[in-house]
């Protein structure tokens, strides 16, 4: 049973700080993965996606992978009200389906 | 360049009715996955689809069905429904399996 597991949260930083969000994967083949952030009564939005180890910025963003730590994360600089929302961590392999984890809900206060 | 699009948005359905969604992918796109979400299980996978073939499936009951056009515009159909089935159920396109998916605004399934 592939899992995707991130800490539910709520995850509170003040406005300006650096939001750290953490998602862990239980498949140690998986190839791509994704972040999407979700507002409350609307459909995800992908923000980031990342396939191999290492950093990858855009703009406030960073994703982090780890493939030996099977370790995804995703950074927020300068955190604003408005990415107040929850992030949903996503993994998948070659001919399986994105798996989503249940996404750590970040509120970021003014 | 038109974003997917999911009809109806929102509907309310009876005990032992059937429905079905009804999912537009981004053009060029070739696969269409739903998902059902609900507050304490998240995103669960349905199935997904790539050239009218389905390539995945996840851990439902026979209950939930789905197929993909010709033209990569995909349904889902959900017999006998049950309570449990109140749910959002999102639509997602990708160019191909397991490249970055693109959600659609969601039905919004009431059972009653």
């Known amino acids: 049973q592939k899992e995707v597991e991130q800490n539910s949260g709520p995850l509170s930083v003040p406005e300006g700080a650096i939001a750290s969000l953490n998602c862990t994967y239980s498949d140690r083949v998986s190839q791509s993965f994704f972040w999407y952030r979700q507002y409350s009564g609307k459909s995800p939005e992908l923000i980031m996606s990342?396939?191999?180890?290492g950093d990858k910025e855009d703009g406030r963003f960073t994703a982090q992978l780890n493939k030996a730590s099977q370790y995804v994360s995703l950074l927020i600089r300068d955190s604003q009200p408005s990415d107040s929302a929850t992030y949903l961590c996503?993994?998948?392999?070659?001919?399986?389906?994105?798996?989503f984890g249940k996404g750590t809900t970040l509120s970021v206060s003014s | 360049k038109a974003g997917v699009t999911q009809t109806p948005r929102y509907l309310i359905k009876t005990r032992g009715q059937q429905v079905t969604l009804s999912c537009s992918p981004i053009?060029?796109?070739?696969?269409v996955s739903w998902y059902q979400q609900t507050p304490g299980q998240g995103l669960q996978f349905l199935f997904e689809?790539?050239?009218?073939?389905?390539?995945n499936k996840g851990n439902f009951p026979g209950r939930f069905s789905g197929r993909q056009f010709s033209n990569s515009r995909s349904e889902m159909n959900v017999s006998t429904l049950e309570l449990g089935d109140s749910a959002l159920y999102l639509c997602?396109?990708?160019?191909?399996?397991?490249?970055?998916?693109?959600f659609g605004q969601g039905t919004r399934l009431t059972v009653v």
């Open positions: 053009s060029g796109h070739r696969s």
């Open positions: 990342i396939y191999s180890n």
């Open positions: 997602a396109s990708s160019v191909s399996m397991n490249t970055e998916a693109f």
């Open positions: 689809y790539f050239s009218e073939t389905q390539r």
């Open positions: 996503a993994v998948t392999q070659a001919g399986t389906a994105l798996i």
